[in-house]
């Protein structure tokens, strides 16, 4: 019999399906288990943010149409609520520890400014061009030696009535900020004013020239009388509040 034309059984392909591979092992003989998959981030944080910027912008706009009279410490309560709610919900369904810092950053601006403007005198005795925390600021001066270069404060209002200067051919230079709460500028209207207002969230309006809402940078104003009497140049910064500027009629402050 001739074999060489009979596939021996060896030589047949097998029909058994090839053994699954091995699972990973550890350098000590053990099993390593996958690693576990990426965790996707969270959208809580950030949909926080935009619903306090949401909020906050709806009653800014309520108090500038008049229909309601919101003040500053109510819009950064209004804001930490927010915050809070989105902490609230953080804790059961999702993860936003971020918010934690910005509820950080608002809850002491909120507890400063529910202190009644009549206290705020009292912490900030002396004005000078060093930064105070926060405080009402009135002046009137008389005499250009008694003007700073600088006025700021971290929370509370500044009101600067420039009309009792007496100006005579003089040129001068002042920066305004206030982190949160309200600027008042009162220029005399025979001296030259080149004026510049900028606020985060709030409004500016400088004598005929207004804009407000978020980001408002360099609204720039030049009032130029026809005969003026001196220069006045004009930084006014706010983080969060008001910006406003007026000129007053020479009458009124006592020069013909």
Do not use: C, K, N
């Not at 202190?115 to 004005?127: D, G, N, T």
């Not at 930064?131 to 404060?153: K, V």
């Not at 220029?187 to 004026?195: G, W």
Request: cysteine-free; overall charge negative; proline content about 8%.
């Amino acid at each position: 019999m001739d074999t060489a034309t009979h596939p021996t059984r060896q030589d047949q392909p097998s029909s058994t399906p090839p053994a699954p591979p091995a699972p990973p092992v550890s350098g000590d003989g053990g099993w390593t288990p996958p690693p576990a998959p990426e965790r996707s981030r969270s959208i809580l944080g950030r949909a926080t943010v935009g619903l306090t910027l949401v909020t906050v912008g709806i009653l800014w706009t309520l108090r500038l149409a008049g229909v309601a009279d919101i003040t500053v410490g109510q819009l950064l309560a209004a804001a930490l609520l927010v915050v809070g709610l989105g902490l609230l919900v953080g804790a059961f369904v999702g993860r936003s520890r971020g918010l934690i810092w910005l509820g950080v950053v608002l809850l002491p601006l909120v507890l400063v400014a529910q202190i009644p403007e009549a206290s705020w005198i009292s912490v900030v005795p002396v004005v000078t061009t060093d930064s105070s925390a926060a405080g009402e600021l009135q002046l009137t001066p008389t005499e250009f030696e008694d003007l700073e270069a600088r006025y700021e404060i971290g929370a509370g209002s500044i009101r600067l009535d420039l009309t009792e200067l007496p100006f005579d051919g003089e040129s001068i230079d002042l920066e305004v900020a206030i982190g949160v709460g309200e600027i008042e500028i009162v220029v005399p209207d025979d001296v030259t004013v080149a004026a510049t207002g900028s606020v985060g969230i709030g409004q500016v309006q400088l004598e005929q020239r207004s804009a407000g809402g978020l980001g408002v940078g360099d609204l720039e104003v030049l009032l130029d009388p026809d005969d003026p009497v001196g220069a006045i140049d004009l930084e006014l910064e706010a983080g969060l509040g008001d910006i406003r500027m007026d000129a007053v009629p020479a009458a009124t402050v006592g020069r013909s």
